[in-house]
């Protein structure tokens, strides 16, 4: 099948899901679940087939802006199709598949710079990246969870039910899930950013520093909501404003220079 073909397929795929989830999504009977992650999935694996075709070159990888922005967005996307088949995040799901078809309609449309690595000749670096990634991922999902998180709570303040079609977990077992995961995006993002500080040889270039100070920033906005979840019972809106400032600093730092150099530039 034609590299070019993929993100097409995978862009209607992401579309169909996310309508498919949208139009059922207060239904009685919720969405058709069967169907619905069926289109997720074949999308997913779309994505996937697309990616890679991109990515791994006979020159090497190809770890360009949209490469990556495409990569990030597959691992998000493959995460949460995954997650929903066990917990209760249905609301969430047409913001991931909507943005993934987004990313898809950038990757048709825009044309794509070449960053050639060669990471074969590098297993540490490798490694860093992908833990960073991983770290990145899981912290965005954070992110968006403390969306839903925040829905209960609001809805439980006023005595609103949502209709009898969406399923939540309680509130205490949703927050409690939110903060694992920021607990193992931060423990992963703290392991990239001293890992990085201590055996990267070019940790205060010029052209890494934005990206490392934005990342340090990002591991202690974290660090402190933890602490003070855990001392002081942080939960709410400090929580969920605490959090989304560390993601903003993180994509800032894994995406920022990039877009600079790589579009406006």
């Known amino acids: 099948m034609s590299a070019a073909f993929l993100p097409v397929l995978a862009l209607l795929c992401y579309l169909v899901a996310a309508v498919i989830v949208s139009q059922r999504l207060y239904h009685a009977d919720g969405p058709r679940l069967k169907l619905l992650f069926s289109v997720a999935i074949a999308g997913v694996v779309m994505h996937m087939l697309g990616l890679s075709q991109s990515l791994f070159t006979a020159e090497g990888q190809n770890f360009s802006l949209l490469n990556v922005s495409s990569l990030v967005c597959w691992l998000i996307t493959a995460a949460f199709t995954v997650t929903a088949l066990r917990t209760p995040i249905l609301l969430l799901l047409p913001i991931v598949y909507g943005f993934a078809a987004m990313v ?10 070449v960053q050639i690595q060669h990471f074969e000749h590098s297993p540490w670096l490798l490694t860093h990246i992908m833990v960073a990634f991983i770290a990145y991922v899981i ?8 969306f839903q998180v925040s829905l209960i709570s609001q809805r439980l303040k006023q005595r609103t039910p949502l209709p009898s079609g969406t399923v939540l977990p309680p ?3 949703a927050e409690q899930l939110l903060f694992r995961l920021i607990l193992l995006g931060t423990v992963l993002l703290g392991i990239t950013v001293f890992s990085g500080a201590v055996f990267g040889q070019d940790w205060f270039a010029r052209h890494n520093i934005h990206k490392n100070v934005l990342s340090t920033l990002g591991f202690i906005v974290f660090g402190v909501l933890l602490a003070g979840h855990r001392l002081a019972g942080w939960r709410g809106r400090i929580a969920n404003g605490l959090t989304m400032t560390g993601s903003l600093l993180l994509t800032l730092a894994y995406f920022g220079s990039r877009f600079v150099r ?4």
Do not use: G, R
Not at 108 to 113: G, R, T
Not at 139 to 146: K, N, V
Not at 262 to 265: G, T, W
């Open 171 to 173: 509130l205490m077992q």
């Open 262 to 265: 790589e579009v406006l530039l």
């Open 139 to 146: 912290l965005i999902m954070a992110t968006l969870y403390s």
């Open 104 to 113: 898809q309609l950038a990757v048709i449309l825009l044309p794509d710079a």
